[in-house]
DNA sequence: ATATTTTGGTTTATAATGTAAACTAGTTTA
DNA sequence: TAAACTAGTTTACATTATAAACCAAAATAT
């Protein structure tokens, strides 16, 4: 009947964050964190999550002379971001 | 960009739950531990929630000498669940 | 030059939530 | 009549989410 929602995509700011990687080649950290109106911190330790389960890659580097977080989302998360919204679909129907 | 998910609506079981009244007049709590193959325990706690929270109503009666549970969604419920699907939309696209 | 604020984050403490184990009360079966 | 089952509830624990507090460097104001 009902499948089991990934529990790391089953969350407001990482499914707003993957969703928003889904539509980019990548984002800016700062960008993340405007769209999804989030808060640094809880925005930082949510995209670890992401990163640690290989649903993104977080790359730093510079800007200028500014620390740059860039994120994109891997293979692994459009095809885990896909399998959660089918089956979401059995949910919402 | 983003509108916030219903946090009530946003755990797995609860919605779980709530998509299966959305179908039904009404269901028994054994029906919808079998359906959403959740203990009986975590059940109770999350019914008690949907039902604090006025989504749906649950009541008491008895089936020949055995105590019954029945809920149905109310109408509240009906507009918090649709509201939520489309809040999901905007997330999922 | 040097305080002061801002930017771009991370760490960590706390609050909120989810979950199952332990329990209650009554019923059926052996 | 004791054991096992049904239908749940309570409660203690584990997990998760979140923001406050923090850090380092850069830009700005004095």
């Known amino acids: 009947m009902f499948d089991n929602l990934d529990p790391l995509l089953h969350s407001q700011l990482r499914l707003g964050v993957m969703s928003l990687l889904m539509s980019v080649e990548s984002a800016e950290f700062t960008f ?16 670890d999550k992401l990163s640690e389960a290989g649903y ?8 200028g002379k500014k620390t740059l977080t ?16 089918n089956v979401l679909k059995q949910y919402i129907r």
């Open 32 to 47: 993340l964190k405007e769209k999804t109106k989030s808060t640094a911190g809880n925005l930082s330790v949510q995209l």
């Open 56 to 63: 993104i890659t977080v790359l730093k580097s510079f800007k």
């Open 70 to 85: 860039t994120c994109s989302i891997t293979s692994k998360g459009i095809k885990a971001f896909e399998e959660y919204v």
